[in-house]
């Protein structure tokens, strides 16, 4: 089984109406469409650019006032995933409920279907700054094309939750990320780069770039889009499909073989799922 994959280096820049961001979103949409793109992923806090917008006063909004575009965003991914026939991973979105603020990854299936995905770690500045709560649970999201999971920047490094959903079958990880410089970007890198070649599975990475000069915490961004594979014989050396160029508004497309996978996992140079040590360790 096969399945062609982009992710977007989606540019933040200060708009002034919800229907700027709809644009800019089709556009890569409809770029991933010319390439026949069955899978793309966005990056996480891609819609803090709504915050961009205002008020009367000409001033950012609150991260508060961000879940009041939720309604917007769902419609506006869900119908995108229904004309262009794609599955979208739209990014995150900062959703409101019983008082408290998630950062919610989505699913967005090409029959209109949506499914979330909460970020489960929380980064200090998203607890004190934004006063996020965490996700409860984890799970994987079964397609036509493959089983795969989505764990959003903070999350890919912590490898026991990539272990569980690996264990429930996942070939593909999915990790939207934002991160502000090269320090916070490569750790997401490397992390990701690591849990590939532990679990054997590809992992789809993106991040914004551009800048939101008005709202708080988003006026730096460093972004690379990048598709890994595990470091064996059947995929590139440096464990790479595709990568982007650093800080540049783009998208990048791979084809994911996952019979390949299958293939390291039984008779690889290594054999890292097949071999972990379950008596020592538990098994996720």
């Known amino acids: 089984m ?147 999971a989505i764990l959003t920047c903070y999350d890919i490094e912590f490898p026991e939750i990539v272990r569980m959903v690996r264990a429930q079958g996942a070939d593909v990880i999915f990790c939207p990320s934002c991160t502000d410089d090269r320090q916070g970007f490569y750790r997401v890198r490397y992390c990701c780069h690591a849990r590939a070649i532990e679990n054997q599975v590809y992992v789809v990475a993106t991040g914004t770039v551009g800048s939101l000069p008005t709202v708080d915490f988003m006026r730096a961004n460093f972004g690379q889009a990048a598709v890994i594979a595990p470091n064996d014989i059947p995929f590139p050396p440096r464990g790479i499909l595709v990568e982007g160029e650093i800080n540049n508004d783009m998208i990048v497309t791979a084809d994911l073989d996952l019979s390949l996978l299958q293939q390291v996992r039984e008779r690889g140079s290594v054999t890292t799922w097949r071999d972990r040590r379950t008596d020592l360790y538990p098994d996720w």
Request: hydrophobic share 40%.
């Open 2 to 148: 096969k399945m062609r994959v982009s992710a977007v280096q989606y540019h933040l820049h200060t708009i002034s109406t919800f229907d700027a961001f709809a644009r800019q979103v089709e556009h890569y949409i409809r770029t991933a469409a010319e390439f026949e793109v069955e899978f793309l992923l966005f990056p996480e806090f891609i819609t803090t650019q709504l915050m961009s917008i205002g008020t009367d006063e000409r001033e950012a909004l609150t991260i508060d006032e961000l879940p009041g575009y939720t309604e917007a965003y769902l419609e506006l991914f869900s119908r995108m995933a229904k004309q262009y026939g794609m599955y979208l991973i739209g990014g995150t979105h900062v959703i409101e409920r019983e008082g408290k603020l998630y950062n919610m990854a989505h699913l967005f299936r090409p029959d209109g279907t949506v499914e979330e995905q909460a970020k489960l770690h929380i980064t200090p500045t998203e607890v004190t700054e934004w006063n996020m709560a965490a996700g409860d649970g984890v799970r994987v999201f079964h397609t036509e094309k493959g089983t795969i």
